[in-house]
C-alpha cells in the first residue's frame, strides 16, 4: 500500500462526496421516532471506510452509492451493493468484507446484513459475492489478525 | 577545637568503616556549615581514610568528603579550591569503585563561583583522557554532562581556548548514550557549542554523527516513567542541535531525503518538521545541491499522503524553503536558486491544476499556495504562471459546461485567489493585470447555486474588496447589486451569513455604492416576507455615519410600524436587537442614546421621521400593546446604554425606574430585561458614592423582597440580584462577594434553589447581548477562575452538609461553573472535583447530567491522571445515561465514551467488552443523532485493541 509497490488501478475517477445530511427539525424533537434509512446505512460507511489502495473514501472512488443501498426498517434488512473501480479489482473481497464488518458493527443485531457486487461490474462476482455471504467465512476470515489488521486499516478514520 | 576534632575524627572513622551512613556526613555537613570547621580540616580528618590500600576504603572517604563539598561549595575559597581539584583530577586515574564519587565532587566543584582560571580546562582534559564515559553508570554519565553545561555556563572563554579538543573530547564521550536523560543533556550540551559559536574546526562530521544517530527520534516513555521525558522533548532538543548550524547542511540534507523515504509516519513529519527548521538558519548556497531531491521528496509525501499531519508538514517545509532561498542575498554571477526552485515547482504541479480528472488539484493546489505564501517574490512569480493558465482553463470549461468538475474547478481557481489575496505579501497587488477575468469568475461564482461556492466566492469578494485598486467602481456597483440579489432571494443560512458579513466590509470601504444601490432595495422589501434579513443587512452595513444616516429612518419606520401592532412580536424583538447594535456600532451614538432615553421615560417620539402617531404617549401605561412595545425599548437601551462612550442623561432616574420595574413587573422577558439594563449601568458606573448609594438601596430592596417568604415577587427579586452580581463580579467590585454568597444560601431555598442553580450559568458564561466587552463593559481578565479560585469550597462544604433533596441543586451550580472554566483550570481542578462530578452523574436532574457531560467532556479528551482510579465509576455511570429518557444526554454521553476510547490502551481494554455490549443498545435508538454517536464511538471501541486498530 505505501507508495513503492505497483498500484492495480493508479489513476481513478474521482467523484464528488455528497454534503452533509441536513439536520431537520424531526432529528431534534424528542418524540419523533426516525426509522433507521438509505442515507443513514450510506453515510455509516461512505464516509469512514477507505479504499486500500487511495487514501480516499469508497463514496469519492464511487464504489459504494447512495441509490444502491436499500433499507426496511421494519423487517430489519439491509442490502448493500458495491461497484468495484475495475472488473478485475484483487480487491472486491477486502472492500466487501470491510463493509459487512463495518455494518456488522454499526448496526443493531437484529438486522440482516447482504452485501454484493453490483450486477455485472466484476470478472469473479459470483465467487466475491458466495464469499461475502457465508457468515462462516466472513467469522473465520475475522479471526485472521492479518486479515483482520486490514480489515481495521480500512475502518480506521483517515485523521490520524 | 580540639575536642571538635576528635568528635569529627570519630565520625569518619565510623563512617569510612560503613558503621553509619547519614550521621556522620550530617553532622560534619552541618559543622561545617556552622564553619566551626572548615573543608580543609574534614579533609584532614579523612587522611586515613584517603590513603588507604583498600579501594572500598578510600571510597567511602571520597564520598564521605563529596557529600560535604555538595551542601558547602559556595563556601569554598580559591585556594582551597585549587587543593581539591588537584586531588579529584587526581583521583579520576584512581580505582573504578571510587570513581562515582570523585564525579559527585566535581561536580559539586565546578558549581563554585570562584573557580581558578585554568582550572575548567584542566578538569576537562583529565575528564577526556580519564575516563571511558560510556562505560560509567546513568548516574555518573550524567554527572559528566552536567560538568561540562556548567562550565560551559561558568568558563565559556576558557572552554573556547581548548579548541577542537574539547569538541573531540564530548563526540568521544557522548558516542553509544542511550539514556533518555542523558539524551537530553547532552544535546543540551551539543546546543550550547553550536550556538555559542566553539570553533567545531575538523570534528564537523564528528559531532554531527554522533548527534544524527538518533534521528528520527523513536521513543516511547515507559508506563512508569518517573522523569516524564516525552518523545516531544527529545525530538524537539534533536532538532536545535541539527538545525543550529548550516555548517552540518551537506550531512543533513541528504538524510532528511533518506528519512523521508521510511514508512514510519512520524519519522517522515519529523524530518519534514527538521527541514522547515533549517530553513531559518540555511541560505540558498546550502540548499542549492539538494533542493530536486528535497522537492521530489516533499512532492511526494504531499501528492500521495493519507494523513493531515504529514501534508501540513510538508507544506510548511515547502514555505520554509522558499522563504530561506527568497531571503538569500545573491552574488552577481550565481543563478536565482529561487527562481529555479519555483521552476520546478510549478513544473511538477501547474500541469495538474489542468488535467481533466482534477484527481491532484488540491495538493497542487496547497503546494503552490505554500510557496507563494512564503515571500512576495515568490509569489509574484507562483501567480504570473499559475493565474493565467487557471483562467484559460476556467474559460475552457465554462464554453464546455461539463459539470460537476466545471464547479470543482471553479472553486479551486477561486481558493486560491482568495488565499493569495489575503496574504499579506501581496499588497500592491500581483493581481492588477487579471482583475477584470477575475472579478467575472467571482460574479459568475455568485450565480451558481451551490451554496459552498457562493461562500467562498463572498469571500474572495471581501478579500478583493480590502486590496486597494482591484475593484473598479463598475465592479463595486455590480458586487453590491448581486450582494443585494442574495440578500433578498438566498435562502440558505450560511449563504446569507457571508454575504452580510460580505456587505458589512465593503460598506465599510465603498459607502456611496451602498446609499445608492442596496439601502433603496431593502427599503422597498423591508415590510415583506424577507425583513428579518433585510434589517440583518441594514444593521451590519450600517458602519460608517453616512450609511447610518440612510438606514436608521428606515429602521425608526419599520419601529414605528411595529407599534400599531402589524408585526407578530417576535419579529419586533428581533428588530429591536438590530436597531440597538445599529446604535451601539455607531459611535456617536450620544444623540441617538438621548432619544431613546425620552422615548422610553415619556413615550416621546417626535424625533421620529414621518411623525405619524399622538406624541407624548405614556408608555409606561399598563397597557398590554406598550408593554411589548417597552419591552424592546429596555432591550435596545440596554445595548446602547452600555456603550462606553455614550454619555447618559438623567441616568438616575433612569436607574431608579428600571429597578422598579425589575421588582414589580410580573412578564418575565420585561423584568429580565429590566435587571439586565440595570446591571449594564451598575457595571458601567464609576466606583464612588453614587454607585455604593445605588447599590445599597437595591441591596436592601433585594433582600425585603427575598425574605418574604409568601411574596410574589421573589423571583424578580432574585433576577435582579443575579444580574447585579453578574455586574460587579465582572469588575471585581469589593461588594460582589457578599453578593455571590447571597446566590450561595439561596441554593438550599426550597423554592427558588434550582432557579439559582440554573443562574449560576448566567454568572459565568458571556451574556450575548450586555455586561461583554463587546458592549464595553468593564470586564476583568479571569474573573471566572478568580470566582471558582474563592468559591468552590463553600460550593464543595455546602454540598456535603446539604439535606438530600438540595444537593442537586448544588451539583447543578457546580456543573455551571467547572462548564465554564478554561480548559487549562478545568484539568487542574479535576483531581478535586471528580467524586462530585461523578456524584452529578448519578444524580437524576437531567439538566445536570447534561451539563456534567458536556463539561466532562473535553476533559476526557486530555485526561488527567486522576481520573485513572475512577474509570470503573466513570464507565458504569457513562454507560448507564447512554439509554437515558433524554436525547442530549444520551447525545452526549456516547460523546464521552468515545472520548474514552482515546485514553492508553491498558487503561481501557479492561472494559473494551463491557462497553461494545453497552453500546450495541443504542445502536437500535429511534432518534438518528443517537445511532450515528453510538457508530462512531462502537466503531472506534472495535478497533481499540485490535490489530491494525490503534
Known sequence: ?160 | MAADNSVLLGLVEEFVSGQVDSKAAETVTGSSEKSIVNVIHCFSSCRLSLTSSQPQTRGRGVQLLSQVLQECYSSLSEKELEVLLAFYENRLKDHYVIIPHVLQGLKALTECSVLPPGSAVSILRSIFQDLHVQSLMVAERSCVYNILISLMESKEEELKGLGADFIFGFVQSVDGERDPRNLLLAFQVARNIIHRGYGLGKFVEELFEVMSCYFPIDFSPPPSDPHRITQEELVLSLRAVLTGTSQFAKFLLPLIIEKLDSDIQSAKVDSLQTLAACGLTYSHKELAEFLPGLWSSIRREVFQTASERVESAGLSAVSALVSCLSRSVLSSDSEDVLQVFLSLVLKDCQHHLCEPDLKLVWPSAKLLQAAAGASYRASLIVSAAVIPALLEQYNNRTQVRSCPSLTNILRTVLMYFSLCLLHKHTEDSVLVAFQQSLCSVVFSALTESSAGLQVTATGVLTALGQQPGLLAQTDVEKAVDHLTRLILEEDDTKVSLAVVECSGSLAHLHPKAFISRLIPRLKEEILSAVRQRCVTALASVSSLPSVVQESAPILLQVLASAHTGTHSFYSKISFLIIFSTLLFSYRSASRMASQAVSLFLDGDVSFLPENAFPSQIQLLQKHHLFERKKQHLWDSSCHSFTSRQVEIPEIDRLLVQLEDLSCTCPHLFSYTSAAKCFAGLVNKRPAGEALDAVLERVMKRISVELENVSSAQRTQAFTLLLWVSKALLLRYHPLSTALTDKLFALLSDPALGSQVADGFCVLMSDSLDVLNRNCHADVRIMYRQRFFAENSTKLIQGFNSAEQEEKSCYLKALSHIVSNLPRQIQLTELPALLPLLLEALSCADQAVQLSTLSCLQPVLLEPPAAIRNQLEALFSRLLALTTSPVMKVRIASLQCVHALSRLPEHMVLPFRARVLKALAVPLDDKKRLVRIKAMVARGEWFLLGSPGGK
Do not use: W, Y
Request: glycine content about 4%.
Open chain 1, 1 to 160: 500500500m505505501s507508495g513503492g509497490t505497483r498500484l492495480e488501478n493508479a489513476n481513478p475517477l474521482i467523484f464528488q462526496r455528497s454534503g452533509e445530511r441536513r439536520l431537520t427539525a424531526t432529528d431534534e424533537d424528542e418524540d419523533v421516532a426516525d426509522p433507521i434509512d438509505d442515507r443513514e446505512i450510506f453515510d455509516i460507511f461512505s464516509k469512514s471506510i477507505n479504499d486500500p489502495e487511495h487514501p480516499l473514501s469508497l463514496e469519492e472512488l464511487n464504489v459504494v452509492e447512495q441509490m444502491r443501498v436499500n433499507v426496511n426498517d421494519q423487517e430489519s434488512m439491509v442490502s448493500v451493493e458495491f461497484t468495484p473501480t475495475i472488473p478485475h479489482c484483487s480487491m472486491a473481497t477486502l472492500i466487501g468484507l470491510s463493509i459487512k464488518v463495518k455494518l456488522l458493527r454499526s448496526l443493531p443485531d437484529r438486522f440482516k446484513i447482504d452485501v454484493h457486487i453490483t450486477p455485472g461490474t466484476h470478472a469473479s462476482e459470483d465467487a466475491v459475492n458466495k464469499q461475502l455471504a457465508d457468515k462462516e467465512r466472513v467469522a473465520a476470515a475475522l479471526e485472521n489478525s492479518q486479515l483482520l489488521e486490514v480489515v481495521n486499516q480500512c475502518l480506521s478514520s483517515r485523521a490520524m
